[in-house]
């Protein structure tokens, strides 16, 4: 099965058309044995490239009633077989090739006009955003600790100080200020433009903030040429469960980190109890956020998150979760990762390249060749 490791997402989703696209012409057999019958393969061209292919032939079976329903039921096992395979496999490849994408930006536009009726609330401590004030708490401190055991020296009052930060879906700044506060400079970006006029209006009360601080109104994908390898650390609170190509983003977000670079993310667990927790009772129910904030389809498990990460030359150093009371409106920490949870992985500072297979075996036999071409054992080797 070592060959999995090589093939890309469309590859695999080729494979899985042309499967479904011949079981679904068995079945139409099993129906209609008088009709005329295809042959389905998916064969690879001279270029490595999956194609299907169908060759059409005149086929009546001559099977017993009985032998339908066998087949029948074979045929659901052996699709349910082969896509719950199809789903667990995992797609490796290397951190510096360009993802497969249908889509040109990660922002979905629908959450644009969820959060743009809701720009000037980001302030309000008591409202719709309370639960983001109080995650504060909580985020700001797992980022200052996890950054500073990547250093020797701080400077006290200002831990964070000439370290520079990317803060992604930044909103009103409710995480980018406290960490400019620390002082890292932070750049902080959001593809709402009513966004960041809140967020650039409540910097400018702070003369401290407003040296320290750099707002922009954009998506991650905008500045990933201008800022490669730019960053420390990269912050994604509350975000991913809101893109609508996470893969892209983590991309994304780890071509602008620098080699040994951080990226801190908070965001909720797709579990049954995320949905009577966080759809049905937070939003509908009890009225914490606001309805249509969060789509239960968009939230990603740990464990998920963390192979994707990890395909991307991201080292997952903790993940943690966290649990928020709506009675006394605080959070803490805790071993459950079933309603939200914070990660933090750390990017590769060295990665190798890999050779193709054909270059090594053609430099190791150019070596032997040169080294011992007189030496009949290997000229023997040479040979085969």
Same mark, same amino acid.
């Given at each position: ?233 990269? *912050?994604? %609170?509350?975000?991913? =469960? @809101?893109?609508?190509?996470? /893969? ?6 780890? $071509?602008? +980190? ?87 992985? *750390?990017? %590769?500072?060295?990665? =190798? @390249?890999?050779?193709?297979? /054909? ?6 036999? $150019?070596? +032997? ?16």
């Amino acid at each position: 099965m070592g060959f999995l490791k090589f093939i890309s997402v469309q590859d695999v989703r080729l494979l899985a058309y042309g499967i479904q696209l011949f079981q679904q012409r068995l079945l139409k057999r099993l129906f209609f044995p008088a009709s005329n019958c295809f042959c389905t393969t998916v064969k690879k061209n001279q270029l490595g490239e999956l194609y299907v292919s169908e060759i059409q032939f005149n086929w009546t079976p001559q099977t017993k009633p009985w032998v339908f329903s066998d087949c029948r039921i074979m045929w659901f096992k052996s699709y349910r077989m082969t896509f719950a395979c199809l789903s667990r496999m995992k797609i490796h490849r290397y951190p510096w090739t360009r993802l497969y994408s249908t889509s040109q930006t990660t922002v979905d536009s629908n959450e644009i006009k969820t959060f743009l009726a809701l720009a000037h609330r980001w302030w309000d401590e008591q409202g719709v955003y309370a639960p983001l004030h109080s995650m504060n708490d909580l985020r700001v401190p797992f980022i200052r600790d996890n950054l500073l055991k990547t250093v020797a020296h701080h400077q006290p009052g200002k831990p964070l100080s000439g370290m520079k930060i990317l803060d992604v879906g930044c909103g009103g700044g409710l995480l980018t200020e406290p960490l400019g506060r620390l002082g890292a400079s932070v750049i902080g970006i959001d593809p709402v433009d009513e966004n960041i006029k809140t967020a650039q209006h409540h910097k400018s009360f702070d003369p401290v903030l407003d040296k320290r601080i750099e707002y922009r109104a954009c998506s991650l994908e905008e500045i990933v040429q201008e800022t490669a390898e730019t960053f420390d650390a990269v *912050v994604a %609170s509350e975000v991913v =469960e @809101h893109v609508i190509d996470l /893969e892209t983003f983590i991309q994304c977000c780890c $071509e602008v +980190l620098k080699p040994g670079g951080s990226l801190f993310i908070t965001t909720i667990n797709k579990t049954q109890l995320s949905y009577a927790l966080g759809i049905v009772f937070a939003e509908q129910i009890a009225g914490i956020v606001p309805k249509g904030t969060h789509t239960w389809e968009k939230f990603i498990s740990p464990e998920k998150l963390e192979s994707i990460l990890e395909s991307n030359g991201l080292s997952v150093q903790t993940v943690t979760g966290m649990l928020y009371n709506p009675l006394s409106g605080y959070w803490h920490w805790s071993e459950n990762t079933s309603l939200n949870y914070a990660a933090h992985a *750390v990017k %590769s500072k060295a990665q =190798e @390249h890999p050779v193709p297979a /054909e270059f090594v075996f053609k430099g190791e036999t $150019e070596e +032997l060749r040169d080294k011992d071409s007189t030496n009949p054992g290997v000229q023997e080797e040479l040979k085969k």
